[in-house]
């Protein structure tokens, strides 16, 4: 099974500041197609996750453009351009290249200093 | 607008059964393949099972296989996850999700509902 590893675990950010969460995989997320699967989910407190980028770089509809995703083969990054106080939650990677199983991060606690 | 709305969760004793269900509405269901994902108390993500449109296809997280069974009716657009012979570790919140790319994780989540294995 493929490994997900994020880092930091526990993020604390500035208002208005920039923020960017890493997630490496234990094998490359190329897949045979030559597209890399690699997903990006937010779960604010008390709710459910939702997924914001998927394929590295692809904005969910109506994700806000502060939100970008970044990386190749096992180097991923999800940036935050400008954190605004409803970007407090818990971030997971998730890759999608090698199922079954579909493998999460351990997760990334966002939270305003 | 997309709903997924699960039910059935609650208290169970260890070696006990129960029957999740989730019931989509907003969207045409049979071109979509479903998701349990679980989340243990002040713990991350995990995936459970996986059943594609036409219900052909199904996967089972190693941690669940033999005691969980995941079907769906498209008539009734709903998925349902049969969960037997449970442990105190299956404790968590279910949420069901669907997606039409099997790569990219479901595109979008249930509420959830909370099973609570204990004796």
């Known amino acids: 099974d493929v490994v997900m590893t994020q880092s930091p675990l526990s993020l604390p950010v500035t208002l208005g500041q920039p923020a960017s969460i890493s997630c490496r995989s234990s094998q490359s997320l190329v897949g045979s197609d030559g597209n890399s699967y690699l997903n990006w989910f937010q779960q604010r407190p008390g709710q459910s996750p939702r997924r914001l980028i998927y394929?590295?770089?692809n904005r969910d509809s109506g994700v806000p453009d502060r939100f970008s995703g970044s990386g190749s083969g096992t180097d991923f990054t999800l940036t935050i351009s400008r954190v605004e106080a409803e970007d407090v939650g818990v971030y997971y990677c998730?890759?999608?290249?090698?199922?079954?199983?579909?493998?999460f991060g351990q997760g990334t606690k966002v939270e305003i200093k | 607008q997309v709903h997924l709305v699960e039910s059935g969760g609650g208290l169970v004793k260890p070696g006990g059964s129960l029957r999740l269900s989730c019931a989509a509405s907003?969207?045409?269901?049979?071109?979509?393949?479903m998701m349990w994902i679980r989340q243990a108390p002040g713990k991350g993500l995990e995936w459970v099972s996986y059943i594609s449109s036409s219900g052909t296809t199904i996967y089972y997280a190693d941690s669940v296989k033999g005691r969980f069974t995941i079907s769906r009716d498209n008539a009734k657009n709903s998925v349902y996850l049969q969960m037997n012979s449970l442990r105190a570790e299956d404790t968590a919140i279910y949420y069901c999700g669907r997606g039409r790319c099997d790569s990219c994780g479901g595109d979008r989540w249930g509420q959830g509902t909370l099973v609570t294995v204990s004796s």
């Open positions: 394929k590295v770089s």
């Open positions: 998730m890759q999608g290249t090698h199922w079954p199983p579909w493998t």
């Open positions: 907003g969207f045409t269901f049979s071109d979509y393949y």
